[in-house]
């Protein structure tokens, strides 16, 4: 079993900058991703950075240039830093890991919200 606690969520004025730390304890094993996703109301849940067991990254369009998904592994966290944030970026982000080959798992965090408005 993995858990994940995500933190550093929080309300930010536009043009600003937050970092996001999902830590994971248990064991991650094998050919896996690791990433944030983001809910807002009313939309369904959408991938915003990835970063997988062999350091291949992933962006949404709509993030690429601004956010950086990074991970330590000597402390089991990645991490998610986000500037120039835009009010489109206000929803819950979710930490995820979740197996890419071989035994399939998929653990999800308990959310954090961030909030981008003046």
């Known amino acids: 079993q993995v858990q994940l606690v995500e933190s550093g969520g929080d309300l930010v004025q536009p043009g600003g900058s937050l970092r996001l730390s999902c830590a994971a304890s248990?064991?991650?094993?094998?050919?896996?991703?690791m990433g944030w996703y983001r809910q807002a109301p009313g939309n369904q849940r959408e991938l915003v950075a990835a970063i997988t067991s062999r350091g291949t990254t992933n962006y949404a369009d709509s993030v690429k240039g601004r956010f950086t998904i990074s991970r330590d592994n000597a402390k089991n966290t990645v991490y998610l830093q986000m500037n120039s944030l835009e009010p489109e970026d206000t929803a819950v982000y979710y930490c995820n890991v979740h197996s890419i080959l071989g035994f399939k798992y998929d653990y999800w965090g308990q959310g954090t919200q961030v909030t981008v408005s003046s």
């Open positions: 248990g064991s991650i094993f094998g050919i896996y991703a």
